[in-house]
């Protein structure tokens, strides 16, 4: 099993929806999470961290399940400019306490 | 922006050369992180400088080395250059090497192989 994975895409939704991700991580282990927004071309830039208790910032919500090693982001009244890629990152326990980057998925918002 | 700022941006080598890629980190930072992340591809971890010592290194061959300067800038070192090596390579800085800490990525390098 991978350590990070992530369901690559596309998702394509109509602007205005709600869209969710999953992203499901091997080391039960892991500690900190989060979730990175990457522009075509561009570097990848922190959306937001993940806690324990869930946490949301404006039209975002992002949730950690330990039980099944999983953590989600739900993007609310999405908007064109949401469309990128998402990177789910979580930190290794196995190797010096790096962080590991998934693949990513892409979402394009419809107009 | 994030303030780590990398050079240069693209950069085109033939098979067997060596290339350098250079990182400023964010002002305060003293911990850079480099990676590699080939198209389609997340960001796939090289190794991290603290302090000048290296501080972790992810799964690639000894021809990946670095440097890191007394004002926490970075460098990259690839000798004998394969084609696979062609990628986007990212630097990133942290305030401290926990990994807790927010990376800020630099724009990256764009390195092409012939």
């Known amino acids: 099993r991978k350590e990070v994975e992530q369901d690559p895409g596309p998702f394509n939704v109509p602007e205005g929806a709600t869209v969710a991700f999953n992203c499901t991580y091997s080391?039960?282990?892991?500690?900190?999470f989060f979730w990175y927004r990457q522009d075509c071309r561009k570097e990848p830039k922190l959306l937001m961290s993940?806690?324990?208790s869930g946490n949301e910032d404006g039209r975002f919500t992002a949730q950690l399940n330990r039980a099944s090693q999983y953590i989600s982001l739900l993007i609310r009244d999405s908007k064109l400019s949401d469309s990128a890629t998402y990177l789910c990152?979580?930190?290794?326990?196995?190797?010096?306490?790096?962080?590991?980057f998934g693949k990513g998925t892409r979402l394009h918002i419809l107009p | 922006e994030t303030g780590v700022t990398q050079s240069p941006t693209h950069l085109i080598k033939t098979r067997g050369q060596q290339v350098t890629l250079r990182c400023s980190s964010q002002?305060?930072?003293?911990?850079v992180s480099w990676y590699q992340q080939a198209l389609g591809q997340g960001p796939q971890f090289i190794f991290q400088?603290?302090?000048?010592?290296?501080?972790g290194r992810g799964n690639f061959p000894p021809r990946f080395s670095g440097l890191q300067f007394p004002n926490y800038s970075s460098e990259l070192n690839v000798n004998a250059l394969e084609l696979d090596d062609s990628a986007l390579y990212l630097c990133?800085?942290?305030?401290?090497?926990?990994?807790?800490?927010?990376?800020?990525f630099g724009p990256g390098t764009r390195l092409t192989v012939l």
């Open positions: 990133a800085s942290s305030l401290s090497r926990a990994s807790t800490d927010t990376q800020y």
């Open positions: 080391n039960s282990a892991s500690q900190s």
């Open positions: 993940v806690y324990s």
């Open positions: 990152v979580v930190n290794s326990m196995n190797r010096d306490d790096k962080i590991i």
């Open positions: 002002s305060g930072h003293n911990t």
């Open positions: 400088y603290y302090r000048e010592e290296e501080n």
